[in-house]
């Protein structure tokens, strides 16, 4: 057990901390306290102010389509809103998510349970291919399938492909909190006499609740936010009735109060995850450490779990990879137009840099508050953040756009639009990470900066931020990874003659001209693969295997 104790402030016995108090005395400690504080004061004004401005930032799609329907008046509003055609969207979004998500619990479950508690042969390999349909997008998943079963569509449809699209986002959390869990109290309800399901059911799955709901609730949002995956199969979401509302008419006042629904939608699933995750303590309290858990025989059901692995990588990997490879066969070297996809490429790789360094940006004041100074002011500001990572990117796109065209009409369509788009968009990614390797960073070190001259800022710059590097690489990877394969937001806000390989995809297929189109999607498929076997590498390092 590890004690920490901590000291009363220089000062005086009962001398009390101030707002935003900072763990770390980063002034000299030969300083009088007066000059400490005024120190202290104005190394952080700037961070403190940073992170209001983009925490503010991060609200301003919710404020606007409140701003709109305050404009719009109650009566366009219940016109707009109640009618049967948002019954019929909020209807299929609703028995979307009702169906995929408990089918992508289940699925990922098993899996997990298979590659990290049985002695299922090649386990690491079917691990790794568990985890490999993160690096293909969802629209080049609904692609494939469209192309291969060319009658694929409906709600069944929907619910197919968008369960081989996102179970990875559950497996992950499930299979880590799997590695973690201590066998003892499965060992102890054994010895009490419970069976092997019963013990499951008692015990491990109660242990999984926190990751369940997590990568259930980061599901169910992108089931909400898809939009390339339903166009494909001609299944009609708030998502694609927004964005087709736009482009159409450019109706403002309908596709803002379809978003309006939308991001009720996001809250409502918000909701629904806190109250089944509950406030359970989890953490194991005692000394010593969990021993390693012996992997279960599965004796005669061997045979029928690898079936399960071989065809859930046969739907996840198989077909999208088949049918890539056939397109490109069929069109052969005519495809490759390696001036448009160069451009393509380059524009990509731009965006996805930019707006990650934008993002990781963005996200370094609150990330630093959020373990420097914890307190009230810091998880407001923080929940700020996260309530952006739950909206759709077309709410997002959709309130820049109006925004710029009634106001900043030069902001228009430009780079800048975009790129505040893609940092909203992606905050939390950065955020998370950025926060994790900077808890690893000992406020220590500012500290001894700090008494060896160095100014407040100079200090935070030369120990925290610099030991931070890791994390902020991988989150801008992370982020990379979202701009390169989002399609609304690009769409939307983009400046004229940009063309992402998103975009590109999305234009060829669009004109039923797969094998144009095929191209496009090898090249986001391979360079999202190392990304999603760093993810692979970094959820084992975590769990220390």
Known sequence: MIVVFRFPPPGGKGAKSEPMQFAADIASPGLPPR????????????????????????????????????????????????????????????????????????????????????????????????????????????????????????????????????????????????????????????????????????????????????????????????????????????????????QSTFNGPAANM???????????????????????????????????????????????????????????????????????????????????????????????LAGALLATVAAMPMAWISIRAPGPLQRLLEGCNYIVGSLPGVVIALALVTITVRIALPLYQTLFTILVAYALMFLPRALISLRASIAQAPVELERAASSLGRSPLHALWSTTIRLSAPGAAAGMALVALGIMNELTATQMLAPNGTRTLAMAFWSYSGEIDYASAAPYAFIMVAMSLPLTWLLYVQSKRMAGR
């Open 258 to 352: 379809l978003a309006g629904v939308l991001v009720s939608c996001c809250f409502v699933l918000l909701g629904l995850e806190v109250l089944v995750r509950g406030e359970e303590r989890y953490a194991r309290v005692g000394s010593g450490a969990a021993r390693h858990q012996q992997r279960a025989p599965l004796g005669r059901a061997t045979v029928p779990c690898l079936l399960l692995l071989a065809a859930t990588t046969l739907l996840a990997l198989g077909v999208p990879f088949v049918t890539i490879g056939r397109w490109l066969a069929a069109g052969g070297a005519e495809v490759w137009r390696l001036d448009e996809i160069g451009l393509a490429l380059g524009q990509t790789l731009f965006l996805a």
């Open 35 to 246: 000059t400490r504080r005024r120190a202290r004061r104005r190394a952080a004004s700037w961070i403190v102010a940073a992170a209001i401005f983009v925490s503010l930032l991060a609200l301003l799609p919710l404020a606007f389509i409140v701003w709109v329907a305050v404009q719009t008046g109650w009566e366009t509003v219940s016109a707009l809103v109640f009618r049967p055609r948002v019954g019929e969207l909020l209807a299929n979004t609703v028995l979307l998510v009702a169906l995929a998500v408990p089918i992508a619990i289940i699925l990922s479950v098993a899996l997990a349970w298979l590659t990290e508690r049985s002695d299922l042969p090649g386990a690491r390999l079917w691990a790794w291919l568990c985890v490999a349909p993160l690096a293909i997008p969802a629209f080049v998943h609904s692609y494939a399938w469209i192309t291969m079963v060319p009658g694929l569509h409906g709600l069944w449809a929907g619910v197919l492909v968008s369960v081989i699209a996102y179970f990875p986002f559950l497996y992950l959390p499930v299979s880590a909190a799997l590695r973690r869990l201590d066998p003892a109290l499965e060992d102890a309800a054994a010895a009490l006499g419970l069976g092997p399901w019963r013990v499951f059911w008692r015990v491990v799955l109660p242990q999984l609740r926190l990751a369940i709901c997590g990568g259930a609730l980061l599901v169910g949002l992108h089931l909400l936010a898809e939009y390339g995956l339903y166009v494909f199969i001609r299944f009609d979401t708030f998502t694609t009735a927004i964005v087709d509302q736009f």
